[in-house]
C-alpha cells in the first residue's frame, strides 16, 4: 500500500523535552516537507528536503531540526527551544522539486502538558 | 498583508447547492493548487492550475492569471463535500520548492 505514513497520530510534550515525529513515505519522491497548522492559519513550512543527505530551512525553522539519511524518512524533532510547539503538523512529499502535486500525510498533532 | 487571501473563511450550504469559494494572490505565480482538508485532518489535492479550467467529477477550478484569482466550485453539493478547502500558490519570485498557503474556507454542507 503506497503511501506516507507519520506517527504518532497524537503526541504529548513536557515541558523543556525534546519530541521527535515520524515521517515514512514508499512513493519514491525526492522531495519531502514539513508543515506546521495552527488553528486560523495556512501552513507553513518548517523545513524541506530535496535529496537525500540535504535539508534546507523554510520560514518556521527555529525550534525544530530534521534529518534525511534515507530517501524514506524525514524525521522532525522539536525541541525545547520551541517555545509554542502545540500544533498539527503535516509532512509532504513530491516526486522531484519542480512544478508537482504534493501529497500529505495524515498528520500529528503536538500537546504540551 | 497575506499574499493569498481566501474567502469566505466560513460557508455553510443545504444539499444540493452551488458552492464558490474564492482565493485572490499578490504575486506572479508559476501554479495554483486547490486542496482538500477533511476532520481528520488528512489533506488531499484536488486540482493544480497554471490556466484555464479544470474539472473532476462535481468539482470546478477556474483560474484568471490576469486578475490573479482563482475559484473552486462545487455543482449539487453534498454533506460530505464538507471540509476545508485550501489554495495555496506556488510563486515565481521564490523557488520550486515550496508553496504559500491560503488560511482556508470552511464548508459545510447540511442535509
Known amino acids: 500500500d503506497g503511501g506516507i505514513t507519520q506517527s504518532p497520530k497524537y503526541l504529548f510534550r513536557k515541558e523543556g523535552q525534546n519530541v521527535t515525529l515520524s515521517c515514512e513515505q514508499n512513493?519514491?519522491?525526492?522531495?519531502m516537507y514539513w508543515y506546521r497548522q495552527d488553528p486560523g492559519q495556512g501552513l507553513r513550512l518548517i523545513y524541506y528536503s530535496q535529496i537525500v543527505n540535504d535539508f534546507q530551512k523554510g520560514d518556521i525553522a527555529e525550534g525544530y531540526s530534521v534529518s534525511r539519511e534515507k530517501k524514506e524518512s524525514f524525521p522532525l524533532t522539536v525541541t525545547s527551544a520551541q517555545k509554542n510547539p502545540t500544533a498539527f503538523y503535516l509532512c509532504a512529499t513530491q516526486k522531484t522539486t519542480t512544478q508537482e502535486t504534493q501529497y500529505f500525510g495524515p498528520g500529528t498533532r503536538l500537546l504540551v502538558l | 498583508k497575506n499574499e493569498v487571501e481566501q474567502s469566505p473563511q466560513n460557508l455553510t450550504a443545504q444539499e444540493g447547492e452551488f458552492i464558490t469559494i474564492n482565493c485572490s494572490y499578490s504575486v506572479g505565480i508559476s501554479a495554483l493548487h486547490w486542496l482538500q482538508q477533511h476532520p481528520g485532518g488528512g489533506i488531499v489535492s484536488l486540482f493544480m492550475?497554471?490556466?484555464g479550467k479544470k474539472k473532476h467529477g462535481r468539482l470546478i477550478a477556474t483560474i484568471n492569471i490576469q486578475e490573479k484569482h482563482s475559484s473552486l466550485h462545487i455543482t449539487a453539493s453534498h454533506p460530505r463535500d464538507s471540509a476545508v478547502y485550501i489554495c495555496?500558490?506556488?510563486?515565481?519570485?521564490?523557488?520550486?520548492?515550496?508553496?504559500?498557503f491560503g488560511s482556508g474556507t470552511q464548508l459545510t454542507v447540511l442535509p
Open positions: 492550475l497554471s490556466s
Open positions: 495555496a500558490v506556488r510563486l515565481w519570485s521564490g523557488s520550486a520548492r515550496q508553496l504559500t
Open positions: 512513493l519514491n519522491h525526492d522531495a
